[in-house]
Structure formats: C-alpha cells, structure tokens
T-cell receptor, first 116, second 116 residues
Framework: GAVVSQHPSRVICKSGTSVKIECRSL??????MFWYRQFPKKSLMLMAT?????????EQGVEKDKFLINHASLTLSTLTVTSAHPEDSSFYIC????????????FGPGTRLTVT | AQSVTQLDSHVSVSEGTPVLLRCNYS??????LFWYVQHPNKGLQLLLK??????LVKGINGFEAEFKKSETSFHLTKPSAHMSDAAEYFC??????????????FGQGTILTVHP
C-alpha cells in the first residue's frame, strides 16, 4: 500500500519556540493532505485540510496563525507550531489522499511533540 | 453532521475466542464507514470500509463488519483472536454531503487486549 512518512517522530522543544513537522507521501502524489491531533486517551481530531498549492482550510477552533500549514508540492506538507506552549504537547498525525473524496486516506506514523 | 460512538473503551479477549468491537454512527447523508487499527508507534492502517455496496464487508486479517442502517451500527468482528490483534481500533464515518463531506470523523477508540 501507499506509504506516508512523518519527520520527526518525536520532538521536544522549549516553550516559545517553533517546531516544524513534515509529512511526505513516498510513493504517490497527494492532492490533499490532512493534519490531525490526538490527545492522550482521546480520538483523532481533524485540524486542517490542505490542497496542494492552496491555503489550508482549518477546522473550527483551530488557530491558523498558531498552526501554519504549507502544502507546496504533491508529496510534502508541513505543519509548523509557532510559539509553542505546553498545552500544544500532543501527538500529531498527517494523512494523504491521492485524489477526490472517494480515495483512501493513508496515515503517517505520527509525531510526538512535547513542549517544556 | 456526522458522529461516531464506540461503545467500549477497552475489550479483553482470550486468544482463539471471538472479537466484537461495537460502533454506532450518526450521519445526515449516506455515510461511508471505516475501521482503522493503530499499533503502538505505527501509523493507522485501514482494516475495511463500507461505501454503500454490500452491507457485510470483509477486511484484512480476518476482520469483517456489517452495516446495519436500521440500527445505525457498524460493529467489527473476528471469529478467532490472535495475539497480534492487540491494538487500538477506531471506527470512522465520512458523510457523503454537507459541511463534513469527505472528512473523516473518528470514534473514541477501543483498546483490544488479547490474553494467551
């Protein structure tokens, strides 16, 4: 099946700094990528949807100035957590889709962010 | 609007016995339904999906699920559990229309434990 990678797998940063997480589709071109957040013992919550070459669409309650998403190519999307705070600590998961809504989403392994 | 409820946060079975993970959904349109599995430190893997074809859906690793519209349920079953089935399972719904069109909404997850 299609493979999606995330880098880094784990990151620890100090409060007030910014962190960039990469999501790559390794063997297919992803027209759409999604970013999710998973809190401990909780389900995945969709943060935003990004289409290649367009601005990301954020879900209600997600601060677009805090969570910057860039989808500059068909194989790469990045999520930058700006001015991170301890409450931003979470597990961030991306997924990628090769076409329209009936195409399967393939998920990355996730990135564990800890803000100290 | 769409939502999904997984009725059990934890399920524990013995190896070789049947598995039942329960899921109920709510959808304003004809939904697509999915079951994903998440092993520790691994990405989400699609087990099976229902997209308005046969109501009994067979997936990978011997899992299957039945779409019951009258009961708004999509329970996941397996006749005989294997140790390698121990993981967290997510029931997911995607609406065919409305503001949630094409978006995945995840249930809270069910942790399956398999005892020798």
């Amino acid at each position: 099946g299609a493979v999606v990678s995330q880098h880094p797998s784990r990151v620890i940063c100090k409060s007030g700094t910014s962190v960039k997480i990469e999501c790559r589709s390794l063997d297919f071109q992803a027209t759409t990528m999604f970013w999710y957040r998973q809190f401990p013992k909780k389900s995945l919550m969709l943060m935003a949807t990004s289409n290649e070459g367009s601005k990301a669409t954020y879900e209600q309650g997600v601060e677009k100035d805090k969570f910057l998403i860039n989808h500059a190519s068909l194989t790469l999307s990045t999520l930058t957590v700006t001015s991170a705070h301890p409450e931003d600590s979470s597990f961030y998961i991306c997924s990628a889709r090769a076409g329209g809504t009936f195409y399967e989403q393939y998920f990355g392994p996730g990135t564990r962010l800890t803000v100290t | 609007a769409q939502s999904v409820t997984q009725l059990d946060s934890h399920v524990s079975v013995s190896e070789g016995t049947p598995v039942l993970l329960r899921c109920n959904y709510s959808s304003s349109y004809s939904p697509s339904l999915f079951w994903y599995v998440q092993h520790p430190n691994k990405g989400l893997q699609l087990l099976l999906k229902y997209t308005s074809a046969a109501t009994l859906v067979k997936g990978i690793n011997g899992f299957e699920a039945e779409f019951k519209k009258s009961e708004t349920s999509f329970h996941l079953t397996k006749p005989s559990a294997h140790m390698s089935d121990a993981a967290e399972y997510f029931c997911v719904v995607s609406d065919a229309g409305g503001t949630s069109y094409g978006k995945l909404t995840f249930g809270q997850g069910t942790i399956l434990t398999v005892h020798p």
